[in-house]
């Protein structure tokens, strides 16, 4: 199975940027959907970002449209997610996430995941 190392969370201010990525152990990572996920303290992790195997479709949680960009590059095996615009409420641990199923914003279908990476928004 494949293997999803998630990188660049940090603490930033209201307002401010950061990028994400998530790196792939192989290259079965161009087969598949990658989305990005989060779970806040004492609630449910959510769907951020998806993005289909060849990039073209991406889809958002309305929270994030306009304010973050997923996107992938197959041949370094790497997903990122741009975040701008950043606000507290934001404040996640973020999380990578493979699928067979083209776009799906549902995580029962993904299949693999990586461990996270903390983002803390202060205001």
């Known amino acids: 199975q494949v293997q999803l190392e998630e990188s660049g969370g940090g603490m930033v201010q209201d307002g401010d940027s950061l990028s994400l990525s998530c790196v792939a152990s192989d290259r079965t990572f161009s087969d598949f959907t990658m989305g990005w996920f989060r779970q806040a303290p004492g609630e449910e992790r959510e769907f951020v970002a998806s993005i289909t195997w060849n990039g073209a479709n991406t889809y958002y949680a309305d929270s994030v449209k306009g304010r973050f960009t997923i996107s992938r590059d197959n041949a370094k095996n790497t997903v990122y997610l741009e975040m701008n615009k950043l606000n507290p409420e934001d404040t996640a641990n973020y999380y990578c996430?493979?699928?067979?199923?083209?776009?799906?914003?549902?995580?029962?279908?993904?299949?693999?995941w990586g461990q996270g990476t903390q983002v803390t928004v202060s205001s």
């Open positions: 996430a493979a699928s067979r199923r083209s776009g799906t914003a549902w995580e029962g279908e993904y299949h693999a």
